[in-house]
C-alpha cells in the first residue's frame, strides 16, 4: 500500500497503478466502499490506511461525486488523524484517572474560582455537605453550608492562598450551619491556568475528629494523673 496524503508514494505514476483497495488493511474495503456517502461530502468518516512501509495510520475522509474527463468519479480528500486520536485517547485516560480519584477518595476534594465558588467537589465532599450530588455544589460557596464566622476564616485563608502563591496547610474546627462541628486538616493550594496565572484554590480536606477526640482524652487522663501525684 501507499499513503496518498504524504510524500511517502516516490511519484505520482506509482500512487496510479493502486486502487483504493491497496490503500486499506485487508477486510476494510469493503467497510470503506459501504461507507462512502457522496451526497454529504463535508461528513468524515474513519477508515485505516496503509503507508507505503505498511505502517496503519487513522485517516478521515470524505468523498465527493464528481464528473472527471466525462466519466462518473470520486473525489476524496484524506486527513491523517493518527496524532489527534492518539491524544484523545490520552485525555480520556487523564480524566478516567481524575474521575476515579474524586470517586473513591475518601478525604473531601474541592475547586473553587477566585469568588470561592465552588467549581467542582468529589464525593466524599458532597456526603460532607449533605448534597446528593458534587453537581449540587457547583456555584456555592462556604457561606452556604458553614457557619458564618467560620466560613468567613476559610474565605481569608483562601485569600491569603491567592495572593501569596502559597501552599497552606492547618488544622482547624469546622462549624456547619447546623451547629455540628468537626475537626478538620486541610490543605489548600493555587490554582493556576495553563500560562501560570492563578485563578483559584483548589484543596483537600481530612476528617481528623476522631484523632483529635483521643489527644484531648488522653490529655486529661495525663492531667488526672499529675494532679494525684500533687
Request: with cysteine; hydrophobic share 35%; charged share 35%.
Amino acid at each position: 500500500g501507499c499513503d496518498w496524503s504524504s510524500d511517502v508514494c516516490s511519484s505520482d505514476l506509482e500512487l496510479k497503478k493502486l486502487t483504493p483497495s491497496d490503500l486499506h488493511p485487508p477486510g476494510e474495503s469493503e467497510k470503506v466502499e459501504r461507507n462512502v456517502d457522496t451526497k454529504n461530502p463535508h461528513h468524515p468518516n474513519r477508515y485505516t490506511h496503509l503507508s507505503k512501509d505498511g505502517r496503519r495510520m487513522d485517516v478521515e475522509i470524505v468523498t465527493d461525486a464528481i464528473v472527471y474527463q466525462g466519466r462518473a468519479a470520486w473525489l476524496s480528500i484524506v486527513r491523517d488523524i493518527t496524532e489527534r486520536l492518539r491524544a484523545e485517547k490520552a485525555l480520556a485516560r487523564e480524566q478516567w484517572l481524575m474521575q476515579t480519584f474524586m470517586a473513591n477518595i475518601p478525604d473531601a476534594v474541592y475547586f473553587k474560582d477566585m469568588q470561592g465558588r465552588f467549581l467542582r467537589i468529589n464525593k466524599a465532599q458532597a456526603e460532607r455537605l449533605g448534597l446528593e450530588a458534587p453537581a449540587e455544589a457547583v456555584g456555592k460557596t462556604d457561606f452556604n453550608f458553614f457557619e458564618k464566622e467560620n466560613a468567613r476564616k476559610v474565605r481569608e485563608e483562601e485569600l491569603e492562598v491567592i495572593r501569596t502563591g502559597q501552599i497552606s496547610v492547618k488544622e482547624r474546627v469546622k462549624v456547619f450551619a447546623d451547629g455540628q462541628k468537626s475537626w478538620v486538616s486541610g490543605t489548600k493550594v493555587p490554582l493556576r491556568n495553563d500560562e501560570g496565572k492563578i485563578i483559584g484554590v483548589f484543596g483537600i480536606t481530612r476528617d481528623i475528629t476522631e484523632r483529635k477526640q483521643t489527644e484531648e482524652k488522653l490529655q486529661a487522663f495525663t492531667e488526672q494523673l499529675v494532679d494525684r501525684k500533687s
